[in-house]
């Protein structure tokens, strides 16, 4: 079934609840296309973990049905399932190992030339390659010594080694220099190109740079479209950006894209 999936996902009359009454998803619907990269946003409680948790089939839906490439998720091997799905969680983990191998998490077979392409890609090397052991270099569980964006971009490398046809991503709600924000911006691009990817967006850069944000409240869709056509709109995304978004340094981040391209 998934040997070429396409990435087409389909939430339809989806019902779902943690305690019986009290419904987090009642006949939802969400048709995400092949390739389509969008960005879930909402309050807290609005439903998007749980969202991304039921197409994980980390939980089980009461009614309804997910289904990718037409076939519910239900009737596919879960082994082959997440084969197909990179998950990246809002606090990347890495293992008590060297950076090579934490890489090559989930593609054993990968190569040392393929977890330098990776890296290169993610924008990782730029910093590893200063490292006194480079690919070599131990980490601690969970990178405790490196930073949250020096995390990221590892955990981002891994996602492209194993190319899945699906991106989930939560992202890391800690901030980061913009500096640093840039290159983790540069690095999701690389990532989300050609992947259906769905983000529960917590930056800036993200939203302004998806085909499509998905407004949340209470498991209700209640806006969606790109940035710009919501902010015209004045409601529910426009206050949530000017809430949680607009204090975060975008125009400087893109001088700062400006000044690169232009050699400065």
Do not use: C
Not at 40 to 49: C, D, E, F, M, Q
Not at 159 to 169: A, T
Not at 244 to 252: A, D, K, V
């Amino acid at each position: 079934v998934l040997d070429s999936i396409k990435g087409n996902i389909e939430f339809e009359n989806l019902g779902f609840e943690y305690v019986p009454g009290k419904p987090v998803f009642k006949d939802f619907n969400l048709v995400i296309q092949p390739g389509e990269n969008v960005a879930i946003v909402g309050h807290t409680g609005a439903g998007k973990s749980s969202l991304t948790k039921i197409l994980l089939r980390l939980y089980e839906f009461q009614s309804g049905d997910v289904r990718v490439d037409g076939h519910s998720i239900r009737d596919i091997s879960l082994s082959e399932y997440r084969k197909s799905i990179g998950f990246v969680p809002q606090v990347p983990f890495l293992w008590s190992e060297n950076i090579e191998n934490n890489v090559k998490y989930g593609s054993p077979n990968a190569s040392h030339e393929d977890v330098i392409w990776a890296l290169e890609q993610s924008g990782g090397m730029e910093w590893i390659k200063n490292l006194d052991h480079g690919l070599k270099t131990f980490i601690l569980e969970r990178g405790r010594k490196l930073s949250m964006g020096q995390r990221q971009l590892i955990i981002f490398a891994r996602v492209l080694l194993q190319d899945p046809s699906i991106l989930i991503l939560d992202e890391a709600t800690a901030s980061v220099d913009p500096f640093t924000e840039l290159r983790i911006q540069e690095a999701l691009e690389r990532v989300m190109k050609d992947r259906t990817t769905i983000i529960i967006a917590h930056r800036l850069t993200t939203v302004r740079n998806v085909d499509r944000i998905i407004v949340l409240d209470h498991g209700r869709i209640v806006e969606e479209g790109n940035h710009d056509s919501l902010m015209q709109k004045d409601g529910y995304y426009a206050r949530l950006y000017n809430t949680y978004f607009r204090h975060q340094s975008y125009e400087f981040i893109e001088d700062i894209k400006s000044k690169q391209s232009e050699g400065i």
